[in-house]
């Protein structure tokens, strides 16, 4: 079983739709959670930053992280064109190792 | 501006050949590190650094190798002992251990 699940998708919604995506972890010691945004063929870019359980937002984005299930989201509102990339998950415990999902596809149609 | 450069974008070599890949920061960050990433998987830590003249091997260390002479140069150097290199390789950095990870763009190694 691998550390951190992610649905690979891939997700198709028409603009201005709400994008979900989540990822569970089996390791409870995971108290740094990231989301990342990536291009094709570009390097992943960091979206949301989170330390230990509760809700983040940041513009059209927000992050959860809910530590008794070990399961994380990350919801894109009004969402466009633009916004269609791979999201990766990752989180680490208390050191540098950061563990990634393997990502979900999403294609925003105009 | 700031940021992590990585060169080149794409790189072609033949089976038995090393090749190294550049990677560059201007952010005045510490930790450096370098993944590996494959189609439908995570990415994989290769080594990390995290002061000048001190780097550790990661997950999957084995045919790779690492220098860190200065503090903006990380680059790694890809040997023919590697039995699977051609992947997307990418450079990130950090203030320290424990902070968020920044990526620089990514180079494509094909290796024929």
């Known amino acids: 079983q691998k550390e951190v699940e992610q649905d690979p998708g891939p997700l198709s919604v028409p603009e201005g739709a709400i994008v979900s995506l989540n990822c569970t972890y089996s390791n409870s010691a995971f108290q740094y959670f990231m989301w990342y945004r990536q291009y094709s063929r570009k390097g992943p870019e960091l979206l949301m930053y989170?330390?230990?359980?509760g809700n983040k937002e940041d513009g059209r984005f927000t992050a959860q992280v809910d530590k008794s299930s070990k399961y994380i989201s990350l919801f894109i509102r009004d969402s466009q064109p633009s916004d269609s990339a791979t999201y990766l998950c990752a989180m680490s415990a208390s050191d540098y190792k950061l563990s990634f999902g393997a990502g979900t596809t999403v294609t925003v149609r105009a | 501006d700031g940021g992590i450069t990585q060169s080149p974008k794409y790189l072609f070599r033949k089976e038995g050949q090393n090749v190294t890949l550049s990677c560059e920061q201007n952010l005045n960050h510490d930790a450096m590190y370098w993944y590996r990433q494959d189609p439908g998987q995570g990415l994989r830590l290769i080594y990390y650094s995290q002061i000048v003249n001190d780097f550790q091997k990661g997950d999957i260390a084995e045919g790779y190798s690492v220098s860190r002479e200065k503090k903006e140069s990380f680059p790694l150097t890809v040997t023919s002992a590697q039995k699977n290199p051609t992947a997307f390789y990418l450079c990130?950095?950090?203030?320290?251990?424990?902070?968020?990870?920044?990526f620089g763009p990514g180079t494509r190694l094909t290796v024929t």
């Open positions: 989170t330390y230990s359980s």
């Open positions: 990130a950095s950090s203030i320290s251990l424990l902070y968020e990870q920044y």
